[in-house]
């Protein structure tokens, strides 16, 4: 196995990259100035040393804690509850949302083996309690394990009287009724909105 | 811009990787185990250190000459002409050829100022003389490109009396004659086969 061989190979265990995708790239690479080569390897090799999980949210940063935690011009009552930590730059990308997040680092789903206690659940009801928080916001897939685990934190929460969201599942800007499948017509009817 | 942001901005200068692909691969690589970034940046870094285009055929090598150029197994008097390296690669995956290579790096294209004297078409006429070729087989993409490459060496080569051949061009295998172009209908015509 030669060195292409090796990166093929290597390329190819990433998500979405098949082999034919892992060739092409790898041959890119090598037609391309070796700069590019040696400053991708450069941030590579430094990734896991720069970047950290935030102690308090849990997202991924350089500094900890994150600089969304420690932005004093944000929202601190409201807290956002996602998944994963690339969810935390969906959201921050849409400009909709200005208050704190917080990452659970997965979803309940017994078939896979994770229980509750395997996410960031117990710290969410620890921020609760001491942030003062008065709204969480569950930015969860609308799946089968977003919805068990969304129905898990919100009886958590039911007895902190605070406003417990999550975010509207419904027809997609730009979607076709023609299209849209039955759950998500089924689950946009029930949360219609009223016409001002 | 952080370190994520960086090996994003990165990823997304490969061909067929997006933005939205590239978070999702510096996504994946954080998550996952730390000896993978190490790795793939090890690969990365030594790559163009390894990697020799090959003095005989052009195509990429550890060993200069190549294993398929050294290899007296295969046989010498029939050269494979292919646009770049990872041609090579493809038609040894499939087996069906078992002479020597000859890589172009690249084709004769006018408009986007590549002239035949930008390609491996002197070497490829010195080889003919000194290795006493009988077959030349022009394994080039049937594009505009690679036919008008195709017509100049196949001229260059008439006076040396060797036979020149061209990959049959036509119906892919299992493909359908209601979803073919009209060109790609034009040319299976006109190279139809007898059957016996």
Redo the contacts between chains.
């Keep these: 196995m030669?060195?292409?061989d090796?990166?093929v190979a290597?390329?190819s265990?990433?998500?979405?990259?098949g082999k034919k995708?892992a060739?092409?790239?790898a041959?890119?690479?090598?037609d391309a100035d070796?700069s590019?080569?040696?400053?991708?390897?450069?941030?590579?090799?430094?990734?896991?040393a720069?970047?950290k999980r935030c102690s308090i949210c849990g997202s991924?940063?350089?500094a900890d804690p994150c600089p969304i935690c420690t932005d004093q011009d944000r929202d601190a009552a409201t807290i956002c509850v996602v998944e994963?930590?690339?969810d935390v730059?969906v959201i921050e990308e849409s400009r909709e949302f200005h208050g704190r997040f917080h990452v659970l680092g997965g979803l309940i789903a017994p078939l896979d083996g994770i229980s509750p206690s395997d996410l960031a659940i117990g710290s969410l009801l620890s921020r609760v309690r001491a942030e003062g928080t008065r709204e969480v916001i569950l930015a969860i897939n609308p799946t089968v394990e977003g919805d068990t685990t969304a129905l898990y934190i919100q009886k958590l929460l039911k007895e902190s009287h605070l406003i417990v969201t999550r975010l509207a599942s419904g027809l997609p800007v730009g979607g076709d009724l023609e299209y849209t499948d039955r759950l998500t017509l089924s689950r946009s009817f029930r949360g219609r909105v009223k016409i001002d």
Tied chains: 1, 2.
């Design positions: 030669n060195a292409i090796r990166l290597l390329f265990k990433l998500p979405g990259i995708t060739t092409r790239l041959y890119h690479i090598l070796p590019y080569a040696l400053l991708l390897a450069e941030q590579l090799a430094s990734l896991h720069l970047i991924f940063t350089e994963r930590p690339q730059r």
